[in-house]
């Protein structure tokens, strides 16, 4: 079942902007952090930015500036607006919520593409 659902991705040339949404289901309940990750063909994947149930947020040294994460806890989703896009920033994109009780979940992932 899925429960996590990712949508926005695309493609885009250099120095433009997407916005990514990940939707939560009802069914997950007491969600503390949300975050995204992304992973490019043979590469690992790697944490891009997170924000816990205070609004706190962290960023990846090569997205910071240029990317903002957000989140909407009434309806249970959490999006990153990505500025300034470059070729680098090309992967799958990765939603992943975790609760209170320490329950993780991923989403299925959403392609964005960069071109120079």
């Known amino acids: 079942q899925v429960q996590l659902v990712e949508s926005g991705g695309g493609l885009v040339q250099a120095g433009g902007s997407l916005r990514l949404s990940c939707a939560a289901s009802k069914s997950i309940v007491s969600i503390n952090l949300m975050a995204w990750y992304r992973q490019a063909p043979g590469k690992q994947r790697e944490l891009v930015a997170d924000i816990n149930s205070g609004g706190g947020t962290n960023y990846a040294d090569s997205v910071k500036g240029r990317f903002t994460i957000s989140r909407d806890n009434a309806e249970k989703m959490v999006y990153l607006q990505m500025n300034s896009l470059k070729p680098d920033d090309t992967a799958v994109y990765y939603c992943?919520?975790?609760?209170?009780?320490?329950?993780?979940?991923w989403g299925q992932g959403t392609q964005v593409t960069v071109s120079s």
């Open positions: 992943w919520v975790r609760t209170r009780l320490l329950r993780s979940y």
